[in-house]
Each structure stands twice: as structure tokens, then as C-alpha cells.
């Protein structure tokens, strides 16, 4: 309420910006609640601003790239090669050109252990196809089963990280081998057993 030489008069608000409108503003009312607004707010709001009223402009989703990607609240991570500061969701390094495999930030020596077995890992998957056929076949089962199995052993966290085809390979193929080798030790008991007797 404002006071104008001694009498109260109301005076219109707008209902975006919260002021005063001047009769020679341009002014709109709302056609579903008859708030009213300034000419210019009511077209930057594209309808009315009053809640619940049927005028109101349509939510627009927000798209996915209007947010910063950040990871565990931060939106800069160092580069675990080169140490240089990178954006929390990069996947490659703007200055040394390393690349990961997720967001997630890693330390120096994760990344430097993930590196070294990408590079071992054509090596690794020719192993694993090895031990598959010296296992599969009958006459170097029981060879594959022991050098296999003790491979395995002894390269059981790089195995780890392999893909499932190549993990399910080595296990079907040391199973095999391993049954392959009981059933030839079984068939050779059985013959020396019999041939005794005769």
C-alpha cells in the first residue's frame, strides 16, 4: 500500500519482478488467474508465475550436459600420468594423451599397474589359448593340466583382469585337462591291474 495525499490506494504488482507497475507501462493479466504482470516479464516467463495456475509456462528437462560431471564432489582430478590437472569426468589427458578407462580418479601406481597389463595382455591371452588346447587334447592333457594350473597360479591377479572369455577359456580348459588326466591315470591302473592277471 502506498500513500497518496492522505488516502490509501492499492497499487499493482508484477508477479515476476515483484514491482510496482506504472499505469503507462505496458501491462498483461494472466487470462486463467488475472495476476498481473509487465509486458517484457510476462514474455521472458513465457505465462504466468502464479502457482497452481493453469497458465503457467511448460518445465523444460534439463539436458544431461547442463551439469558439471564431478566425481566425489570435486570437478578437477590429477592426471595419474603426468599429474596435471583434468576435468573430473575426462577420459583422456588434454596434456599427455593418457587415456583411461573410467572417470574415476586413480593414482599413480593403479594407472601405472592397469598400463603394464594392457600391455602384457596379448601376451596373456595367447597363454590362456595354449593352455586350452595342451589341456584339450588327450595326450598332452596331463603336461597342460600341471603347467597350466601352476601358470595359473602364479598369474592368478592378471588373470583377474581379463575379460570373461578368456577366464572361462583357462578354467574350461584346466577342468578338462585335469579329467583328462585322472581318466588316463584311471585307464592305466585298469590296464596294468588286468595285464598282471594274464
Known sequence: ?????GKATAVRRCGVCSTGMDQTEAAVSCPAC???YHKDCWDENRGCA???CTAVPPTEPRSALEFTPAYWGRENKPCPACGREILAAALRCRHCGATFESARPQNAAEFSERTSLKSRMSELERNVIGVFVACS????APLGAVVGGGWF????????GMSSLYRALLKIGLGVGFV???GLIALAFIYSHFSGKH
Open 1 to 5: 500500500m502506498e500513500m497518496e495525499t
Open 34 to 36: 488475472s495476476a498481473a
Open 50 to 52: 502464479v502457482y497452481g
Open 137 to 140: 587334447l588327450p595326450f598332452t
Open 153 to 160: 597360479l602364479l598369474n592368478r591377479k592378471d588373470v583377474s
Open 180 to 182: 583328462q588326466t585322472t
